[in-house]
């Protein structure tokens, strides 16, 4: 009987040792199978969405103007999505590629047959009307104006009267003795007319716009037979873009790209702004031409309020200059007139395949209608920076109330940004194209508004989803939107008088041929240093 009971004893500790072994088995699985099975489940498809919930609720009592810390990115991905991981990597890598420069590089060197300096017949004194872009371009033509007319170019007067209402001199905004010394073998150029001439009869000339050679040395420097000093009332679109002499051409280069620098206090302030936005890595340039002026002045209320609408209706009644009142809003977008709202820029990024954790300098002035048209960007790409973020009240205090200057400011970030989306053609966006063209042909993104809006108004009516189908659409309209070397367009076919003038590239958006050649070619001349 006991050694039945032993037996029985055995058994039944055998059943319960199999059945403990058997349950600790299953909770082992559980641990190393299901545990991080869960926790793989909630890793983030894109890096920042572990942020994203919090700027979502902190959307409405935060303005997107407001310091942001340096982003603070996720853990790497768990072995099992390294692929992903890969292929993600991959299409960012093609996102920040530049495109292909073709070994087109400066060459600015004057030719063998451009002398020096000849000898000035008189003073030039000029007028450098609009905004700083606007006056840049005219400044380096008054250069190669002053060269063709044997003139001493006297330091321009920037314009004080227009829009801005900037009380900068040129020393306030261009480096002054750089510019003398870089054009001595140039022209002439001093910083203030002679005392014994302060009082002479000048002749005030409105130089016909879009001149050649031959207006300049027929009928501008025929003027020196009576008067010593000629006066450029207006300095912009004065020059023709096309068909002057190649050492002129290349002299306007050599003004805008090397003599033209900015004073030293901005080129500080600028590359300060730079490194800030290095910081966050590589990073996209945004002229966000949504403001006050330019809607007013365009007509473009998409995404306005009434009341808003007929604010920027009564500035543009108001103002005496602007000579078109009457503007159809709906028209003007659908030509493609108008900038891209933000909200609609959100769109073309996300569409363009830019993770929300791209960061984003805006280079603006004050944005119209402030956080109630910027949420929808902020949502999407809440690394939005501009000065006022990436610098304190006290740096950027010598730059207040200076349109130049905080121009000048934006102007550097989006030259060295690594890629730059204009959403409007303006005097700022053509200068910075131009500028980058220059220096290596430098990702620009110039979005195609014209098409875009129609595509937009589709996902807003409901007929094209916000996805895939879009994302692909948008991509292949811009795959040769994106800055690569061409050469710079004529005006277009039929287009006659003052308007064949205006509708040819501006030099200084593309300065290819004249100012760009290949590599391989005998006349290059890499010794310039641009900045």
């Known amino acids: 009987m006991q050694k039945k009971r032993w037996r029985k004893v055995v058994i039944v500790r055998k059943v319960l040792t199999f059945a403990i072994a058997a349950i600790a088995l299953l909770a082992l699985l559980y641990v190393h199978v299901q545990f991080p099975a869960s926790e793989i489940t909630k890793l983030p498809d894109k890096l920042p969405t572990q942020h994203e919930s919090s700027y979502q609720k902190l959307s409405r009592e935060r303005s997107w103007t407001q310091e942001l810390g340096p982003p603070h990115l996720p853990k790497a991905p768990l072995a099992a999505h390294k692929l992903d991981v890969a292929s993600r990597n991959w299409s960012l890598d093609k996102l920040w590629k530049p495109p292909p420069n073709r070994d087109y590089v400066p060459c600015v060197a004057p030719s063998p047959l451009y002398t020096s300096s000849p000898e000035s017949r008189g003073y030039l004194l000029v007028h450098a009307n609009g905004g700083l872009n606007q006056m840049r371009a005219g400044i380096c033509d008054m250069v190669a104006v002053a060269r063709i007319i044997n003139a001493t170019l006297v330091i321009p007067e920037l314009d004080k009267r227009s829009l801005w209402q900037d009380s900068s001199n040129f020393s306030d905004v261009f480096d002054e003795d750089h510019f003398i010394n870089s054009l001595e073998n ?4 001093v910083k203030k007319l002679p005392k014994e001439l302060a009082s002479a009869t000048k002749a005030v000339k409105h130089f016909r716009s879009w001149s050649g050679v031959d207006y300049y040395e027929e009928e501008i420097a025929r003027l020196w037979d009576e008067y010593q000093i000629i006066r450029a009332a207006k300095s912009d679109s004065r020059l023709a873009n096309n068909n002057l002499p190649p050492d002129i051409q290349k002299l306007r280069c050599r003004a805008c790209y090397e003599a033209l620098r900015f004073a030293p206090k901005i080129e500080a302030m600028g590359k300060m702004l ?21 809607l007013a002045f365009s007509g473009c209320t998409h995404d306005l309020s009434p009341e808003e609408a007929d604010e920027l209706k009564a500035i543009r009644e108001n103002t005496t200059w602007w000579k078109v009142k009457d503007i159809d809003p709906v028209e003007q977008r659908t030509k493609g007139y108008c900038p891209l709202t933000p909200r609609e820029i959100g769109l073309f990024l996300s569409a363009l395949g830019f993770p929300s954790n791209t960061p984003i300098y805006i280079a603006a002035g004050d944005i119209y209608g402030g956080d109630s048209h910027m949420s929808d960007l902020f949502l999407r790409y809440p690394l939005l920076m501009n000065k006022e973020k990436l610098a304190s009240i006290e740096e950027l205090e010598p730059f207040v109330n200076h349109a130049s200057q905080l121009a000048a400011l ?15 053609s303006g005097n700022m966006a053509r200068a910075v194209e131009g500028h980058r063209r220059f220096l290596g042909h430098r990702k620009t993104i110039n979005p195609d508004r014209r098409t875009l809006v129609r595509l937009f108004d589709k996902v807003d009516q409901g007929t094209m989803k916000d996805g895939k189908n879009l994302s692909n659409r948008i991509i292949e309209i811009h795959r040769r939107r994106q800055g690569s070397p061409r050469k710079r367009k004529g005006p277009i076919s039929g287009t006659k008088g003052t308007d064949r003038f205006r509708s040819e590239e501006a030099f200084y958006v593309n300065p290819l041929p004249d100012c760009l ?6 006349y290059t001349n890499n010794s310039h240093s641009i900045r």
């Open 186 to 189: 140039e022209i002439k150029v």
């Open 274 to 294: 730079v490194d800030r936005m290095r910081s966050y890595g590589p990073y996209i340039a945004l002229h966000l031409r949504f403001e006050k002026d330019m």
């Open 410 to 424: 934006d102007y550097i970030v989006s030259v060295e940004s690594d890629i730059f989306i204009p959403t409007y």
């Open 517 to 522: 050649c290949r590599k391989e070619s005998s």
